[in-house]
T-cell receptor, first 116, second 113 residues
């Protein structure tokens, strides 16, 4: 069965520090998809990124970057020069690519607090 | 496009009452789903639908019913509310392909007394 582990329950950093949020996943499928979502204090879920299992290229989007490593089953998320607006709960999620509905399974989330 | 909409935003029920949480999307998405979010447990899948007329159970389906009579709507019914169903409920949809991104509604905060 698939599983997503976000071992860091809460992280606090001072503004402008870099921070990495860890995500480790388990799946038996060779094709799968990984996602990160952000949940700000307002409560909505905001899609950040999707990564296919056959594409191990790291991705950078502004201050955000993602490091996908199949060898360690990890899909970590780094925020560079953190800002107060980055304070949120961040969820990593997995969708398996085999036959079936390909439902999305979430980790338990990491609450990031950026202190001004 | 309004995206995924949910009503109501907040609801308080008494134990044993029934109610329906509404979810609609205007993106012509085939796949829709319901999640509940509880502190420390992330989001857990309640029910999902891969198209009109087709529904199936997720990880935590007990106490909830769904139906999908149209592509646009996917209501979640609580037949007899229990305090354990106090949670935030999210509806989501995606286009249908397994690689597609799932987009979420704003959520409904439900309290059962």
């Amino acid at each position: 069965a698939q599983k997503v582990t976000q071992a860091q329950t809460e992280i606090s950093v001072v503004e402008k520090e870099d921070v990495t949020l860890d995500c480790v996943y388990e799946t038996r499928d060779t094709t799968y998809y990984l996602f990160w979502y952000k949940q700000p204090p307002s409560g909505e879920l905001v899609f950040l990124i999707r990564r296919n299992s056959f594409d191990e290229q790291n991705e950078i989007s502004g201050r955000y970057s993602w490091n996908f490593q199949k060898s360690t089953s990890s899909f970590n998320f780094t925020i560079t020069a953190s800002q107060v607006v980055d304070s949120a709960v961040y969820f990593c999620a997995l969708s398996e690519g085999g036959t079936g509905a390909n439902n999305l399974f979430f980790g338990t989330g990491t609450r990031l607090t950026v202190i001004p | 496009n309004a995206g995924v909409t949910q009503t109501p935003k907040f609801q308080v029920l008494k134990t044993g009452q029934s109610m329906t949480l509404q979810c609609a999307q205007d993106m012509n998405h085939e796949y829709m789903s319901w999640y509940r979010q509880d502190p420390g447990m992330g989001l857990r899948l309640i029910h999902y639908s891969v198209g009109a007329g087709i529904t199936d159970q997720g990880e935590v389906p007990n106490g909830y019913n769904v139906s999908r009579s149209t592509t646009e709507d996917f209501p979640l019914r609580l037949l007899s509310a229990a305090p354990s169903q106090t949670s935030v409920y999210f509806c989501a949809s995606r286009a249908g392909g397994r690689a597609d991104t799932q987009y979420f509604g704003p959520g409904t905060r439900l309290t059962v007394l």
